[in-house]
């Protein structure tokens, strides 16, 4: 928790498999209750998130992207 805490923002990269992760799960839910921009890295479309990001603002980019989406998404936080 304490990572999370200091982090600027929750970074989740969504595998095939991730939606069935309960550490996964934990992370966002905690992310939410700090107050934590997330950004989302789906490696492909059709991959499902777990279910605590369903409704979870969050900047979606894909892998190549991923560097401009985190950039973006702290640059908010700063001007906020």
């Known amino acids: 928790m304490a990572r999370l805490k200091d982090a600027r923002a929750l970074i989740v990269i969504v595998g095939e498999t991730t939606y069935r992760s309960e550490w996964v799960e934990h992370e966002a839910r905690l992310a939410r209750e700090l107050h934590k921009p997330v950004v ?11 279910e605590a990001l369903y409704d979870v603002q969050a900047v979606w980019t894909d ?12 640059a908010q936080q700063k001007g906020s």
């Open 40 to 50: 989302i890295v789906k490696l492909a479309p059709g991959f499902v998130l777990p």
């Open 63 to 74: 892998p190549s992207r991923c560097e401009d989406a985190v950039a973006t998404i702290l």
